[in-house]
């Protein structure tokens, strides 16, 4: 990284072709890799919108994912992000179908899930099936040993692990095999593998609380006690066919009372003093 770096202070076209050349796999000095950089650089808009997308409203498609172990060069893409790569849309409201982004934006089942993303010594935490198809049909995707790339980092944890990309066509296709083969769940494995998106609201509600029987209200902070009676009432809700329907509104729910008003500030809270002690921490290279 440091002799890119060097290169690009002195030729900033060579030190960009030798980068995407030498990282991603493609050439960017000829219309093929072009084609392929811009396509990239789509992808990590995307990326940027999809991560937007699901802090402010929720995950707009639950199988999308990056396809690229590194990013683009930020300079690349250019003035005019909105003309350039997004046809003059400012914001990405459909993700292109592709191997990265299938038709289904549903989630994967647990299993699903943790079948791509597990080590090989990992998967004995789900069916042993699983396990068998990953040593055989599948083993490519499960790689015993695989490159790392510091990419500029010093410390292990930091390095790019250079691992391929699931096929999801396959690994589907491979689960729905095992299925027609005899694979059956245990009764704790269907509850485990259950893809659900109930939720439990809380509301402080005096009158319905006090027509229930009484319970007390344990406090989870040891420094605090619980309560003798609980005057909330909890409600499960099953919204996941409208995630993502609305934006995040910053606003506080009618009935919030604040005990404090103000602004979060020591002076505020009435902090006094602070103590604290200096520790430094070795860096350690790797």
């Known amino acids: 990284m440091t002799d890119f770096v060097k290169l690009y202070a002195v030729d900033s076209k060579a030190a960009k072709v030798k980068y ?8 960017t000095d000829n219309e093929e890799g072009q084609a392929q950089k811009a396509k990239m650089l789509r992808k990590y808009l995307e990326g940027m919108q999809w991560v937007l ?34 046809k003059g849309e400012k914001t990405i409201e459909e993700f292109e179908i592709d191997d990265n982004c299938p038709e289904n934006k549903r989630p994967y089942t647990p299993f699903q899930q943790l079948f791509a993303i597990y080590p090989i010594k990992s998967l004995n935490l789900i069916p042993k099936e699983y396990t068998e198809v990953a040593t055989t049909e599948l083993k490519e995707f499960f790689p015993t040993s695989f490159s790392v790339d510091l990419n500029g980092k010093t410390l292990a944890w930091e390095a790019i692990v250079l691992i391929p990309f699931i096929s999801e066509k396959l690994f589907i296709a491979a689960e729905e095999k095992l299925i027609a083969n005899g694979l059956k769940l245990n009764e704790k494995e269907t509850v485990r593998n259950c893809a659900s998106f109930g939720t439990f609201s809380y509301k402080y509600a005096p009158q319905e609380a006090y027509a229930k029987p009484t319970k007390s209200l344990p406090s989870t902070l040891t420094m605090m006690k619980g309560l003798e009676r609980d005057l909330s009432v909890v409600s499960l809700h099953h919204d996941y066919e409208n995630v993502g329907a609305a934006s995040f509104e910053a606003k506080q729910l009618p009935g919030v009372v604040h005990p404090s008003p103000g602004y979060p500030s020591f002076k505020y809270l009435n902090v006094i003093d602070i103590e604290y002690d200096i520790k430094v921490v070795q860096k350690t290279e790797f």
């Open 20 to 27: 995407y050349d030498e990282k991603v796999g493609f050439r």
């Open 53 to 86: 997308y699901y802090y402010y409203r929720g995950a707009p498609h639950w199988r999308w994912y990056y396809p690229y172990h590194y990013a683009p060069l930020i300079s690349d893409l250019g003035l005019n992000i909105v003309d350039d790569f997004l």
